[in-house]
């Protein structure tokens, strides 16, 4: 099998004055705070203290810590689409079968979700609550969901699924909806004597979108 010409790493899309500025410094520090299940907890004038932004500062931008959670989920979502376009660009697979594609995006993508649990589960909470969040959270589960099905459908001759469209956009659908389970409820949210790793999980995805899409050629089963 050919490597990808790059690893698949996650992308920091430009945006407008980029440079250490009081809205990045104060984005970031909420970032690490939801990371660290301590976001709830914070007052506005303690994330302005951690981000060394004097408080005035942060009033003058965001009314309360909510606004600045919504902003932050934005450029979340800006830097989500700019990954997802670079990962699932049809020119990085070409001459790549779909047990490949699905065997380094799963893994990509279970491991992108563990360093960003705190904001996950923040935002999917937020998306509950808050028609703006769930919307654009719909918009960029959507992006991905296009972008996997075009890679999927140039490869309709692999599968055996009877619905090829319908398959790969559900496929997407399956992944996104055990990890942000996961994201959800950590490990109390796995019951009885199963207890996966991440590297388990990212298996026992790959296996079973490949069995649903029905795929199974040779090199299928060896993840």
């Given at each position: 099998m050919t490597p990808p010409a790059t690893a698949l790493t996650w992308v920091n899309a430009p945006?407008?004055?980029?440079?250490?500025?009081?809205?990045?410094?104060?984005?970031?520090?909420?970032?690490?705070?939801?990371?660290?299940?301590m976001f709830e907890?914070?007052?506005?004038?303690?994330?302005?203290?951690?981000?060394?932004v004097q408080p005035s500062a942060f009033y003058a931008r965001y009314p309360d810590k909510e606004a600045l959670l919504r902003e932050l989920h934005e450029?979340?979502?800006?830097?989500?689409?700019?990954?997802?376009?670079?990962?699932?660009?049809?020119?990085?697979?070409?001459?790549?079968?779909?047990?490949?594609?699905?065997?380094?995006?799963?893994?990509?993508?279970?491991?992108?979700?563990?360093?960003?649990?705190?904001?996950?589960?923040?935002?999917?909470?937020?998306?509950?609550?808050?028609?703006?969040?769930?919307?654009?959270?719909?918009a960029f589960s959507q992006l991905m969901g296009e972008l996997l099905r075009k890679l999927i459908l140039a490869r309709r001759k692999e599968l055996l699924h009877p619905a090829p469209a319908i398959a790969a956009e559900f496929s997407?659908?399956?992944?996104?909806?055990?990890?942000?389970?996961?994201?959800?409820?950590?490990?109390?949210?796995?019951?009885?004597h199963i207890k996966l790793t991440d590297e388990q999980v990212t298996t026992e995805l790959i296996h079973a979108v490949l069995a649903y899409l029905g795929v199974f050629s040779a090199d299928t089963w060896d993840s």
């Open positions: 945006k407008s004055n980029r440079s250490r500025t009081t809205a990045e410094r104060l984005q970031q520090t909420a970032a690490e705070l939801l990371n660290e299940g907890h914070a007052t506005a004038d303690d994330i302005a203290r951690r981000a060394s450029s979340f979502l800006v830097d989500g689409a700019a990954t997802a376009e670079a990962v699932l660009a049809p020119e990085r697979w070409e001459g790549r079968s779909i047990p490949e594609i699905l065997r380094e995006t799963v893994t990509f993508v279970v491991r992108s979700y563990r360093e960003r649990e705190g904001l996950i589960r923040a935002f999917l909470v937020r998306a509950g609550m808050d028609e703006e969040v769930r919307e654009r959270s719909l997407i659908r399956v992944i996104h909806g055990v990890l942000q389970s996961r994201a959800l409820t950590g490990d109390h949210g796995e019951s009885g």
